[in-house]
Every structure is written in C-alpha cells, then in structure tokens.
C-alpha cells in the first residue's frame, strides 16, 4: 500500500511540498491547493512542524462516509471520481488525522494520490514514498 512518509526531524517547514503539490495537480503555486500541509508551531523555546497528508488507510473512514461512492481505493490508494462527488465535505469530516482538505475553488476533496512530487522536490529529505 503506498503512502507518504514524513521524518519529522527533517522537516525546516519550508512549504515546497505544498507548493509543488498544488503546481503538480493545479497548474498554480498555492498552498491551500495542496494535498499535504504543513503546520508550524512557535513556542517560547521551540519550533515545531507537523504534517498532514492522506495516511491511505486500510479502512478508509472517508470512503465510508462518501454517499456517492466518488471515493475509492484503487491499488492501495484513495481516488476521488470527480463525476460522482457532490461536493458534500463528508469524506474531509469523516478524517480521523484531518488529512483531507477542501478549497473554495476546488470542488472535489483534496486527498494524497501519492504521485510523489513532494518527496522528489523536498529540499531537506524529510519525504518519502513507502510501500
């Protein structure tokens, strides 16, 4: 089953990953177009990032939720079929990690489909594609 693997130890929070995700899918450098976000927290003596992308479950709870049957687990990865979304938003409420993702110009979910972009244009190495 592959997915997107993270070390976060890696990560600097530099946002490539998003831009070249919504670059690769989208045509457009914009980060809320991604499918793989970055959170950075401040602290008074710390930084610290965390990720967010499509975990491709075993049991997906997002395909589940889907009324339409427009989501899929094709080959071990989640798929959206545009034709059949309604844009419901229950598949991104059905996340337990919150790692689905809406835009307002975007009708359809914003899930991983592991294409790989993030992990080949990361500057520090911080991701992977893993089987």
């Known amino acids: 089953m592959p997915r997107i693997e993270v070390d976060l ?77 309604v844009g419901c938003k229950a598949c991104i409420k059905a996340c337990p990690y919150g790692a689905a993702f809406e835009h307002r110009d975007v009708k359809v979910p914003l899930i991983c489909t592991v294409c790989g972009a993030c992990a080949e244009y990361c500057p520090m190495g911080a991701i992977r594609v893993v089987e």
């Open 9 to 85: 130890e890696k990560c600097s929070g530099c946002h490539i990953c998003e831009q070249i995700c919504s670059l690769t899918h989208f045509g457009v450098l914009n980060i809320y177009k991604a499918r793989i976000r970055v959170f950075t927290e401040f602290g008074k003596d710390y930084v610290k990032h965390t990720v967010r992308v499509c975990r491709q479950c075993e049991d997906p709870a997002c395909v589940k939720a889907c009324p339409t049957g427009a989501l899929k687990k094709v080959d071990g990865v989640i798929r959206v079929d545009e034709e059949k979304c």
